[in-house]
């Protein structure tokens, strides 16, 4: 139950809307194909995505994520659907974009759960990761902070470094797949990357 309620609190956040936001938007406008956002929580990227014009479905084991997440998409008016379900479990080729922000890091296997997410992707699809960089430290955070971010829950950053400070996941896990190309863009000052990897 306190998951769901502080991942709807978090994802309220200025900061957290903006590099989500940033990290949808590294990816083209879509025309209806299928965006599969994997840990969806309470589904900021889910609708980012739908906004971007995909077929956007978030998917979470947890079903008060997804409940939470049905019912802010209603009041956002937001076309992004949601399943309870366990990715690895998902049939292979079914998305032409998978995304993951901050799922890697709270799975048992963080190498087989990457393998997963690719399993996902059609061929040419692309695989988008989300998550805190070694920078994310929390006295990193408090500098971000002191140098001007919006204060709306701003409280959350310090949470997250406290949470993220020496237990990123190291990005070198991303070159271990057959990428044709792989593009990181720095987001939150550094702080967190946006991977992007081309299957
Ligand atoms: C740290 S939260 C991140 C939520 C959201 N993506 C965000 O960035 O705010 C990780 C989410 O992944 C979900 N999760 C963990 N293992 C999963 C699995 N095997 N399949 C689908 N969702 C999973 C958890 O229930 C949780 O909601």
Known sequence: MIAPLLFTWL????????????????LPIGD??????IGCGPGLVTRFAAERKYRAIGIDTDPQMVAAA?????????????QTGDF?????????????????AVLPDREAGLRSLWRLLHSGGTLLIIEPTNQMTSENAARAIQNGLPQKRVLGLRMWANARQGNIVHPSMYETLSTGSLRFLPLLQGLVGGWILQK
């Open 11 to 26: 994802q309220g956040a200025d900061f957290y809307r903006a590099l989500h936001r940033e990290a949808v938007e590294m």
């Open 70 to 82: 049905k019912r802010i998409a209603r009041h956002a008016n937001s076309s992004a659907d949601f």
């Open 88 to 104: 690895t479990t998902l049939p292979a080729e079914s998305a032409q974009v998978v995304s993951a922000a901050s799922l890697l």
């Open 32 to 37: 209806g194909e299928t965006w599969l956002d």
